[in-house]
């Protein structure tokens, strides 16, 4: 692999140790993709700082201790704790401390401590054409696709790595080939449900099972397909299958110069759609809700605020923010609290005992959340849009009188 | 990366994303829709037709080999980074190998697999 010559000072050591064993392992990943040589990042976001066990705290610690420090703006993604709503956490206290330790060892490195899964909705959010490197597998689909910037799937470890060095390997989503729609999705959408948000999620669960790790144009959907029915979308498709970017003809930027000409194309009908979100989804009583997965944007909770006005939940109900966003609407986040609501900031109701013991499903508007859940907290799932959510959590039994209806 | 694994073949039908896919305490695949779910690839030599899922997977897949339960080896259809780092990060820290081989399920004909440096 090319390596200049700043690049090989730092694998020999003169830039300190941390960055040398970082580009280490980036050298060594970079040739297990075939990168002919590395490319200068503006920016990383990383994903390490949630605490899967020893492995991550030990090589953070190791890293913070060796003197790491970043060298591109670096946000954090959520962690296995709210911090600023503690009382919240239910889990073990020994596995709580380490993810605290881990937690600070990134911040120790210079990493911002933003803990949201969603930094495309930070102010600094990355523009078109930025190079940069993150973790988050749905941050990265909304980076590539939504952004226009360019970023591979890096993984827990990695993302430090580049972060540490300010490089990554030149290859894939960073280079035009990579970007290159190989596959057409063709959706059928019934004119019902043009409007419906969870049409994004099943077009989104739909695209991973169908795309793996392909680039796929997704034709069918229209200007109704804001920033976050888009997130919706690659959050799904980041989870049922390996997207890490998707073009949506006539809406995301690059739909034009990178859909052309791709090797096959697939129809999915409406019939499809509906299969595939009733794939996911159990049975049984309505026992909590939880919304915000990734994260609610500020426009989010102002609308879902609007449907909670005046009214009050039957069941438990979460909605998962960043605390950048939280900050900036602390009155729509009163008045989901005077309806029932729990806020949770930092971290997801997925990711951390948080829920408690749920008597029956818990409905949700996020494909993800219905993905991971099952196996992460051990609940049942039951799909709806965020305005049947709303009128479910208020009657206490399942309404659904969208796409599922 | 380099390295030779040897064990019993576990062939997944679908890509496995470690993270909320697979537990590191036992080495078993727990996600509710996959095929293979209830399967052990601990001490396995695994093949996967391409990654899913989270980018935590390279912590899961690091915990597992510090833990002693991961595959003794993965092969995967397509290049991914989230496993190979995770692998590389693994054998840094405690010098245990889970070697990666990026090739295709036709090499795949016996029991055993050798893999070698890609």
Redo the contacts between chains.
Sequence with gaps: MYLTEDEKAMLGGEAGEAIR?AMD?LV??AA???APRLLEISGAHI??C?Y?????L??AT?LATAGGRVVVPTTLNVSSLDLLHPELYRGDRGEAEASRQLMTAYEDMGCRPTWTCAPYQLPERPGFGEQVAW???NA?VFANSVLGART????????I?CALTGRA?ATGLHTDAGRRATLVLDIEVPEAWKDDDLLYVAVGLAL?QIA??EVALIEGLDGRAGEDRLKALGAAA?????VGMFHVSNVTPEAETFGGEPDRRVRVTGRELIATLR??AGDGQLGAVSLGTPHASAAEIEELAILCAGRRAKVPFFVNTGRDVAARVSESLETLREFGSTIVTDTCTYLTPILGQVEGVVMTNSGKWA??A???IGVDVAFGNTKDCVESAVVGEIVNTGLLG | MAGIASGPLVVLDEGLSFWGGFDPVDGVVIDRSHPQRGVSLSGKVVFMPHGRGSSSSSSVLAEAMRLGTAPAGIVLGEPDSILVIGSLVARWLYGVACPIYVGCAGELGRGHVELGTT
Excluded: K, Q, V, W
């Excluded at chain 1, 591979?152 to 993302?159: A, S, T, V």
């Excluded at chain 1, 980041?238 to 390996?242: E, N, P």
């Design positions: 064993i392992l060594e990943a297990a993709m075939d994903d390490g949630l899967h066990g020893r492995a991550g030990d090589f190791a973790g988050e597998s990265i591979n799937r890096y993984g827990d470890f990695l993302d790595c390997p991973g793996g790790t980041a989870s049922s299958g390996a794939s996911l993905y991971y099952p196996a992460n």
